[in-house]
């Protein structure tokens, strides 16, 4: 079994500061994990994905996560906010092999502080 | 590139009508996906296929719903009769090779579906 934990639903920063968005997994398997953005009444953009290479991956528009695996984490991070920053972030985990399923997470909601 | 493209965006209805969505995936891609995403129960699988074939439909809610995909560029999602519970945004979402070759999904905008 799988499944995927984002530790806050609400996150609010300002514009120009660090972005922390928290993620941790549960998986039974070497997992693939990525993170999705969702804008106000669009579908989900692929931010960025880690598949058992490099622990520290890199994004766009800045984003970055870093797999930990003893931590069972994959928190998601930005330097420095922008106001089109502001979205839903979703962290989601896949198994490597067989099953095609995705898990999301609940989703937290960034604000940003202009 | 053309991405997911889902039509109609926005469907109000009344209840009992029945309701199409309708799907058309990214070229070469062989996986297709439908998800229902509502402030209660978030985002939830409803089914996908493999090369046009329904691999796995356990997320359909009831037989009320139904999903097809009649060749390599087209979906549908019908919903007979519809009700006002299954008012929610649905999406597509397709991709090349699946979990095994760790493809991303790629989602389309969604349709925002109201029953009245």
């Known amino acids: 079994a799988q499944s995927v934990t984002q530790l806050d639903s609400h996150v609010s920063v300002s514009e120009g500061t660090p972005v922390l968005l928290r993620c941790n997994y549960s998986?039974?398997?070497?997992?693939?994990l990525f993170w999705y953005v969702q804008h106000p009444n669009k579908g989900l953009q692929l931010l960025l994905k880690?598949?058992?290479?490099?622990?520290l991956v890199k994004g766009i528009n800045g984003f970055e996560a870093e797999f930990k695996k003893s931590e069972t984490s994959f928190h998601l991070t930005k330097p420095s906010a922008h106001m089109s920053d502001a979205a839903e972030y979703f962290c989601v985990v896949s198994r490597y092999f067989g099953n095609e399923k995705l898990t999301f997470g609940t989703g937290t909601r960034l604000t940003i502080i202009p | 590139d053309a991405g997911v493209i889902q039509s109609p965006r926005h469907e109000v209805t009344e209840m009992g009508q029945e309701v199409t969505l309708r799907c058309k995936p990214i070229?070469?891609?062989?996986?297709l996906f439908w998800y229902r995403q509502t402030m209660m129960r978030g985002l939830e699988l409803l089914i996908y296929?493999?090369?046009?074939?329904?691999?796995?439909d356990s997320g359909m809610p009831e037989d009320r719903f139904s999903a097809k995909m009649p060749n390599a560029s087209f979906s549908t999602l019908k919903i007979q009769p519809s009700e006002p519970r299954d008012s929610a945004v649905y999406f597509c979402?397709?991709?090349?090779?699946?979990?095994?070759?760790?493809?991303?999904?790629?989602f389309g905008d969604g349709t925002r579906l109201s029953i009245l």
């Open positions: 296929f493999n090369n046009n074939v329904p691999i796995d």
């Open positions: 880690y598949t058992s290479a490099a622990t």
């Open positions: 979402a397709s991709s090349f090779g699946g979990a095994t070759r760790d493809q991303p999904q790629h």
């Open positions: 998986s039974s398997y070497s997992p693939s």
């Open positions: 070229s070469g891609h062989d996986y």
